[in-house]
């Protein structure tokens, strides 16, 4: 991706974001891992997502989003609020959305989206990335949310099916980053995909002070030392 693409993330100076995943670890590969991010609702997980996906661009590594809860023109302006505009890597194929949401909901496709007609189904959603990543290298995946596909599925099964569908994923070089909302489900669900995943980074308000503050901290990530301290999470 050359120089003057990259410059193209945003109409105006992107939002910075602090910390980064590299901010957090003092050593260890950042590419071809599975992160899984823990927060309530309104922590900023899908925000850090996005940022992720735009770091990336930025690097030459392209992204794909598959979104269950929300629109991908939702995204889209989301990311656009804080000068990451993505329609130019959207008709060159280096961006692409996985909806899950439209199709479910009656409304109607937007753009270069994929659809993805079911979220209970997570070999639909393999064979749809599958040839998504055909054509991309070294590609940087979100799914927002993994929440939904875990309420949408039969729970005896969906952990072996992530292990799964994160194994292929890795194993084609890419790296994927699930979210999974605080407060939804049982502690037992917590614990076993936070240990199918690489990384763990959880987020965290803090409503006791003035004015409503965010936090995070690395939980652990394999293979790297991760410092367990709470950062404050900026958007500047």
Do not use: C
């Amino acid at each position: 991706m050359n120089k003057e693409k990259n410059s193209r993330i945003g109409q105006r100076d992107p939002a910075k974001v602090s910390p980064l995943i590299g901010d957090l670890v003092q050593f260890g590969q950042l590419t071809q891992l599975s992160y899984m991010l823990l927060g309530p609702l309104g922590s900023g997980k899908t925000t850090y997502a996005e940022s992720f996906l735009a770091e990336g661009l930025s690097l030459g590594f392209p992204a794909v989003f598959v979104t269950t809860d929300v629109s991908p023109r939702v995204i889209r302006n989301d990311m656009s609020r804080y000068g990451w505009t993505i329609e130019e890597y959207e008709n060159n194929g280096q961006f692409v959305f996985i909806d899950g949401y439209s199709e479910r909901m009656g409304a109607p496709k937007t753009g270069t989206a994929r659809s993805l007609s079911k979220v209970d189904d997570i070999s639909e959603l393999g064979i749809v990335l599958s040839e998504v990543l055909e054509t991309l290298v070294v590609a940087r995946i979100v799914i927002d949310s993994l929440s939904t596909l875990i309420l949408h599925s039969t729970p005896e099964t969906i952990p072996r099916a992530v292990q799964r569908l994160s194994g292929r994923i890795k194993q084609g070089s890419h790296s994927i980053m699930f979210l999974l909302e605080d407060g939804v489900h049982e502690e037992k669900t917590y614990a076993t995909f936070s240990y199918l995943a690489d990384a763990v980074l959880r987020f965290k308000i803090d409503e006791s002070g003035p004015r409503e503050t965010h936090t995070i901290r690395m939980e652990r990530m394999r293979g790297s030392d991760a410092s367990r301290e709470w950062h404050p999470f900026t958007i500047s």
